[in-house]
Nanobody, 114 residues
Framework: VQLVESGGGFVQPGGSLRLSCAAS????????MYWYRQAPGKEREWVAF????????NYADSVKGRFTISRDNAKNTVYLQMNHLKPEDTAVYYC????????WGQGTQVTVSS
């Protein structure tokens, strides 16, 4: 089983990034997918999720209206489009799969700074 995040990097405030999480080794389409983040010195926090079916999504208040989660079950990949980024979005971003089991990726760093 693998979850591999990519797409992180350095961006100025107001910029955009698109994170990807490629899954393998389990039935991706049957799992609800989550994005979490962890800033230095802070607890890991939930950012967004997308259900396995019907595309139901939900977002933390701190990112609502700026971030969009999506998935492509044919590619076994979940995405997080992040727009209007703020310095407080700086964190390591992790994807998490929940179904009959739970899996975590290794994380990708996002740094928002001028």
């Amino acid at each position: 089983v693998q979850l591999v995040e990519s797409g992180g990097g350095f961006v100025q405030p107001g910029g955009s990034l698109r994170l990807s999480c490629a899954a393998s080794g389990f039935t991706f389409s049957s799992y609800t997918m989550y994005w979490y983040r962890q800033a230095p010195g802070k607890e890991r926090e939930w950012v967004a999720f997308i259900a396995s079916v019907a595309g139901l999504t939900n977002y933390a208040d701190s990112v609502k209206g700026r971030f969009t989660i999506s998935r492509d079950n044919a590619k076994n990949t979940v995405y997080l489009q992040m727009n209007h980024l703020k310095p407080e979005d700086t964190a390591v971003y992790y994807c998490n799969a929940r179904g009959s089991n739970g899996y975590w990726g290794q994380g990708t760093q996002v740094t928002v700074s001028s």
